[in-house]
């Protein structure tokens, strides 16, 4: 119940218009932010390509690829 209240009367405090003035300073601190976040996805992106397609299906592990390279080089290992 209490917080019913709080919030009723935070609501009715609350303005209803900001008046506030975003000058190019602003502007170019958001540009940057949202730059700097795409860099940083494309970053993580790259560090974890190959899990996330081994993940999918797409490609095969390192220790798979190295055993089918083992049974190319070496047939009797097949046979075992």
Same mark, same amino acid.
Not at 21 to 27: E, F, I, R, V
Not at 29 to 42: D, N, P, R, S, T
């Given at each position: ?9 935070s609501v009715l405090l609350a303005p209803a218009s900001a ?10 601190? @958001?540009?940057? &932010? #949202? ?9 993580? !992106?790259?560090?974890?390509?190959? +899990? ?5 299906? @797409?490609?095969? &592990? #390192? ?9 190319? !080089?070496?047939?009797?290992?097949? +046979?075992?």
């Amino acid at each position: 119940m209490k917080l019913k209240f709080f919030l009723f009367f935070s609501v009715l405090l609350a303005p209803a218009s900001a008046l506030a003035y975003l000058d190019p300073g602003t502007g170019s601190a @958001i540009l940057q &932010g #949202i730059i700097g976040a795409l860099a940083a996805c494309a970053i993580a !992106a790259k560090l974890y390509w190959h +899990k996330l397609l081994r993940l999918l299906g @797409i490609r095969k &592990g #390192i220790e798979n690829i190295n055993d089918e390279e083992d049974l190319k !080089a070496d047939p009797e290992k097949e +046979k075992n």
